[in-house]
């Protein structure tokens, strides 16, 4: 099944968070529910020329990551009746908005994910070595 684009949100640190159902269906009336949330958050130049060991690797970071990082949260329920498909999927939903929207709005989110995006690269080019 296609993606479905359930909600998009408006955060307070100016990136859109993004809802969708990624839903399949199984065997017979079951499925299995799949929520996924992604945040698209660019790449800050001026985030990777604060420290020495980044701005040396400006280019193999921005070629590793691109434009931009997306954040992404799934979640699934295994073996789910048709007939409650759509309130599991509303559980989860309301969880996560409940449990995360706080955190990914704050103003530091974006830096705070790029900065451990960034260190994960440095780490991954160091292993190539």
């Known amino acids: 099944m296609k993606p479905i684009l359930i909600k998009t949100i408006d955060l307070e640190n100016h990136l859109i968070l ?9 065997i017979g009336d079951r499925w299995m ?5 992604r945040i698209k958050v660019p790449l ?5 020329q604060k420290s020495e060991d980044f701005s040396a690797n400006k280019d193999k970071i921005k070629k590793a990551l691109g ?5 992404e949260h799934k979640s699934n329920r ?3 009746d048709d007939n409650e ?23 530091n989110f974006p830096e705070r994910f790029l900065l451990k995006k960034i260190r994960e690269e440095m ?3 160091l292993h190539k070595r």
């Open 33 to 37: 529910v799949n929520m996924v949330a």
């Open 78 to 80: 295994i073996f789910v």
């Open 44 to 48: 800050d130049e001026a985030l990777i």
């Open 18 to 26: 993004e809802i969708y159902d990624e839903s399949i269906k199984t």
């Open 123 to 125: 780490k991954r080019q």
């Open 67 to 71: 434009k931009e990082v997306v954040f």
């Open 85 to 107: 498909k759509e309130s599991i999927f509303q559980e989860m939903y309301d969880s996560f908005i409940d449990n995360t929207l706080h955190y990914l709005s704050r103003p």
